[in-house]
């Protein structure tokens, strides 16, 4: 007998993208944020997420031993930990694992030098899917101003994801797009990247800020709240169901014995999807 073949099979997938907090290595009470979230998401649905500020080997340690439900981890080494603080945790097997770090990283002064940001990427085994995780320049002031010396560097660098997803897309594969950009949504570069990949931003209904420079008050906050982490998505060969889309991470918790505050400075962004097999 002849196997019936259903081509309209499809799998039940979601994606997470976070920023840890973990830049610079000193950053707020790291131990206790990262085994608090990493609990909240062992006890997720969630599939496959997404971090950034995963800057040292002990940040990576911390996950590792937290993030008991996510087997399949994606980074690529570096001196002190994974190249551009970038790391992708997985229930499902990931496969094809790559780097390619930015061209426009600035001075030496800029600390993308010594992270040697860029984007991280890797395929999901068995699907058509291809995951790109990316951490830009951070810019504290978010705007395209002749003053602010960062802009160039975060539009070249915005322009450097649009290439390589882009690449992938031709390539055959649905590609998701997703990290700290930092990039506002009001951006021109921001409707640049969407003209340039032909891609869609999952969250665009959404205006709230992701990043809050007052939930933890040190001398690294950018000037102003905003809204700079995406999860975009390419889907030029019709494989992608959105399901939906959520902020998460977003509440106050204990912390320690004495402190309640938030997992991090950045929320969560959470896209639920079904995939043509």
């Known amino acids: 007998m002849a196997r019936i073949v259903n081509h309209k099979a499809t799998k039940s997938l979601s994606i997470l993208s976070f920023n840890t907090l973990g830049t610079p290595i000193f950053a707020p009470v790291i131990a206790a944020r990262y085994k608090f979230f990493s609990e909240y998401l ?42 551009g603080g970038v790391a992708i945790f997985s229930r499902v097997p990931l496969t094809d694992v790559r780097y390619a770090s930015f061209a426009a990283l600035g001075s030496l002064m800029m600390y993308t030098q010594l992270l040697r940001n860029g984007i991280l990427s890797c ?25 602010n010396k960062y802009y160039p560097y975060v539009r070249q660098q915005v322009l450097e994801v649009a290439k390589l997803s882009g690449t992938f897309a031709q390539e055959g594969n649905t590609v998701f797009a997703v ?32 990043y809050y420079n007052d939930r933890h008050h040190w001398r690294f ?33 204990q912390l320690t014995k004495n402190l309640n505050s938030f997992p991090s400075d950045h929320l969560g962004l959470l896209t639920s999807f079904n995939i043509k097999i």
Request: hydrophobic content about 35%; overall charge positive; some cysteine.
């Open 179 to 210: 990290g700290d950009f930092n990039l506002s949504k009001q951006d021109p570069t921001y409707k640049e990247f969407l003209k340039q990949t032909k891609g869609v931003d999952t969250f665009a209904h959404e205006d709230i800020p992701t």
């Open 123 to 147: 395929k999901v085994a068995g699907l058509p899917l291809r995951i790109l995780n990316t951490h830009l320049i951070s810019d504290f002031e978010y705007k395209s101003s002749s003053t």
């Open 42 to 83: 062992n006890a997720s649905a969630i599939d496959i997420i997404c971090l950034q500020e995963v800057t040292t080997y002990y940040h990576l340690s911390l996950l590792k031993k937290y993030l008991t439900n996510y087997p399949h981890i994606a980074y690529k080494k570096f001196y002190y930990g994974p190249k």
């Open 221 to 253: 906050n950018a000037s102003k709240s905003a809204r700079i982490d995406y999860i975009f998505l390419l889907d030029r060969y019709d494989k992608i169901q959105i399901k939906s889309t959520k902020h998460v991470l977003n509440d106050t918790v």
